[in-house]
């Protein structure tokens, strides 16, 4: 049984403040994209649950979070039937794509029909929580306006697809060292804007409402991905932002023939300036 584990961009981001429990309460507007790993899973008649991936420079061991899943999993219900999954990675890591949480989302879903377990919805979310914020979303639907820690999900209306370009600089950034920078503002915007724009599919409106709380101390710690920012800005898209906690960014076009030309134009690099192409992901949002 393959199951698919999205990734995610974020179009609004604010933090209102620090939690008593040390994590950060905030507000995001959340998109699925159509990049995606891709689970495997097969029943294991060992009882154990092994973890196999393409990706060499992932850890597949206790910490993975696709074993985390599954171990929660197990533990809340009493089961103890194994599995054998396989991980194909596609969604750059230390990117906020998402790409962890959406694998743990993937393993709930995937193992709790092979394990026939039934669980509802509701409670795959609450397990989902306890992974990390961001799995209920994956859970949840292909756009939403969420807050808490990111964990209360609500669903938010997408007027039109819209076509992005992933811009993945070799920087990578860790989200408690860019959490640990971010200055709380005294009035946070509310992200009224971008929920109404994301709703009406008005493309020029979301690209002046695109807004990440995250960014300023990102390009801080990472000069580097500030540049590649600099650099999306002048190729004249709607708008463009780094996603997350980093260091992806994305620039948003008005149209799939737009969205060719700035990826096109990214993945040759400028040799002129000594800049060399780099990663890049032509997406649209999840249908």
Known sequence: MR???PAKVNLFLEVLGRRADGYHEIATLILAIDLAD???FRPNGSGDVSLTCDDPGLPTGPENLVLKAATR?????GCTAGAQIQLRKRIPAAAGLGG????AAATLVGLNELWKLALSPAALGRLGSEIGS????FLDGTAAWCTGR????????VGRPLDLVLVKPPEGLRTADVYGRVRVPARPSDGAV???ALAEGDVEALGRALHNRLQEPAFELAPAVAEWHRRLERMGTAGCLMTGSGSCLFALCRSPAEARRVHDDLSRGWPSAGVPPTRT????SRP
């Open 3 to 5: 199951v698919l584990a």
């Open 38 to 40: 891709e689970l495997d």
């Open 73 to 77: 999993l197990r533990d809340s219900t």
């Open 100 to 103: 962890g949480s959406s694998d």
């Open 134 to 137: 961001d799995v209920p979303f």
């Open 150 to 157: 990111g964990d209360v999900v609500a669903p938010a209306a």
């Open 194 to 196: 971008a929920r109404a």
């Open 281 to 284: 992901f032509l997406v649209r």
